[in-house]
């Protein structure tokens, strides 16, 4: 419907490099320098600045980026109604996740969205909750899911899903089933980073028992949940993760639940958008993910 070089300009307007545009609209990067250079020449101005091989806005570039959010804005909406109405939807999707969600709770989900919608493409960024919520609100994810709590007034924090955090050890670990919170000071820790999601409920309920997360003996800091059970089963640390990480290890008999007496770490996880109407794309499949996610496995 819009010009196709529109859709081009606002792509590396918004990421200033002709080589994410091209990733993101997978074309190669001359292809997307031709079209915008096509475009300057159609409205007779330039839109970039190039010195030294960086891009930066003109005033025209800027104001044409302002107005072709909204143009594109309603170019989807519009294509959405009209392919709502023959039943069959194609497209694209920019989605996030912080670790938990992107690792073990989405993949099957996006799955089954694309048996049901085999013409709309996925594109999923993963990343910790603070670096979701930038790409969020920089207009790079029109949804996404985190395991943080709501922080920012210009997201929008929709409850998706009841989570649990459980201290998890290697299985032939001798310790006892169950730990008082106390007991928490002399067991070694493996921990996610800085910015995690999973840190902050953490830290909020350990406070509620008397505890410091800065108490727990930190043997390593490790960014992934993935590595954090990869260095576990090779070691006599102790970790907190999300109950969905570990399935398959549980039932694999590598890795084990030890309970912490009086203590419960529930959570609730978010889909997240930026304030304002959701991209119907973005918004049939938060509906879809909702419908199913009593089927994650």
């Known amino acids: 419907m819009l010009d196709h070089k529109l859709t081009i300009f606002y792509h590396t307007a918004k990421s200033l490099s002709t080589t994410r545009a091209a990733e993101a609209l997978r074309l190669s990067q001359p292809a997307v320098s031709k079209s915008i250079k096509e475009l300057e020449t159609e409205l007779g101005l330039t839109l970039f600045n190039r010195e030294r091989g960086r891009l930066t806005l003109t005033p025209a570039g800027e104001y044409l980026l302002g107005r072709g959010e909204e143009f594109l804005r309603l170019e989807r909406d519009t294509l959405f109604g009209l392919q709502g109405m023959k039943g069959a939807f194609s497209g694209t999707i920019r989605t996030g996740a912080s670790t938990t969600l992107s690792q073990y709770i989405l993949p099957g989900l996006l799955a089954r969205f694309r048996e049901r919608y085999p013409d709309i493409g996925v594109d999923l960024v993963s990343g910790n909750t603070g ?14 899911f985190i395991e943080g709590m709501p922080s920012r007034t210009d ?12 201290l998890v050890t290697r299985a032939d670990n001798p310790c006892p089933g169950t730990l008082r919170p106390g007991d928490l000071r002399e067991r070694e ?25 800065h108490e727990l003996r930190r043997a390593i800091v490790i960014g992934t949940t993935e590595g954090i059970k990869q260095y576990l089963k090779r070691s006599s640390c102790f970790a907190l993760v ?3 990480s570990i399935r398959e290890e549980l ?13 419960e770490i529930k959570r609730t996880l978010y889909a997240i958008h930026r ?4 991209d ?15 089927k994650i496995g």
């Open 131 to 144: 670096q979701i919520e930038e790409e969020v609100l920089a207009g790079n994810i029109q949804l996404a």
């Open 242 to 244: 999300s109950v969905y």
């Open 275 to 278: 304030q304002g109407n959701l």
């Open 280 to 294: 119907p794309y973005a918004g049939e499949l938060l509906h879809f993910c909702e419908r199913h996610k009593n």
């Open 189 to 213: 820790f493996a921990l996610r980073e800085k910015g995690s999601g999973t840190n902050e409920v953490i830290r909020r309920h350990l406070e509620r028992a008397g505890l410091s997360v």
């Open 155 to 166: 997201i929008h924090y929709i409850p998706f899903l009841e989570d649990e955090i459980v």
């Open 251 to 263: 039932a694999g008999g590598t890795l084990k639940i030890v309970d912490i007496e009086g203590m």
